[in-house]
């Protein structure tokens, strides 16, 4: 079956830090893969998204490029904030089963 | 309403008693999912259903829980005889049009979730 593995938080950073989070799938076929932030207090929010290989997705600073040959989704900031504080999920779409496939999250806390 | 609602946001339950959660999706949304997050952990696939049929229940964990979409558009997730494993919070997410196994895209919009708590 579909899995997602992403590194264990929390991760600490200061604020203007380079971040990576670490994502990689396993799934069958060819995928369509997410990343979705939880602020605190509000619900899931899709944050990038990349549908096929090579793909990159960017959203409000955030990269992330669909890597078929790794099976990988890494997440990426050249300078995170404060207010990027937040639990973060790497999700995979496909792969014969219905619904998203999510993984266990990332806590993200960003110092001033 | 601008997005998908869900109610109520929190919910007491002694355990062995039955709890209905509520879920409206975005107007004109096809496909409808239930999700279980416990704590800590990445949400789970619970349901799925396109208009009024439900399509696939694989991620039902006993036969406890019941879901339906009489009309094709709200939901409501039954838990029968609740137990304290059960405690999670349970989220609801629609997509416009309709799902497909194979990876298509199609974004799915998340409602703020039922924090439920079985003593």
Known sequence: ?112 | GAGVSQSPRYKVAKRGQDVALRCDPISGHVSLFWYQQALGQGPEFLTYFQNEAQLDKSGLPSDRFFAERPEGSVSTLKIQRTQQEDSAVYLCASSLGAFFRDGSYNEQFFGPGTRLTVL
């Open chain 1, 1 to 112: 079956g579909n899995s997602v593995t992403q590194m264990e938080g929390p991760v600490t950073l200061s604020e203007e830090a380079f971040l990576t989070i670490n994502c990689t799938y396993t799934a069958t076929g060819y995928p369509s893969l997410f990343w979705y932030v939880q602020y605190p207090g509000e619900g899931l929010q899709l944050l990038l998204k990349a549908t096929k290989a090579d793909d990159k997705g960017s959203n409000k600073g955030f990269e992330a490029t669909y890597r078929k040959e790794t099976t990988s989704f890494h997440l990426e900031k050249g300078s995170v904030q404060v207010s990027d504080s937040a639990v973060y999920f790497c999700a995979l779409s496909g792969g014969g089963a219905d619904g998203l496939t999510f993984g266990k999250g990332t806590h993200l806390i960003i110092q001033p």
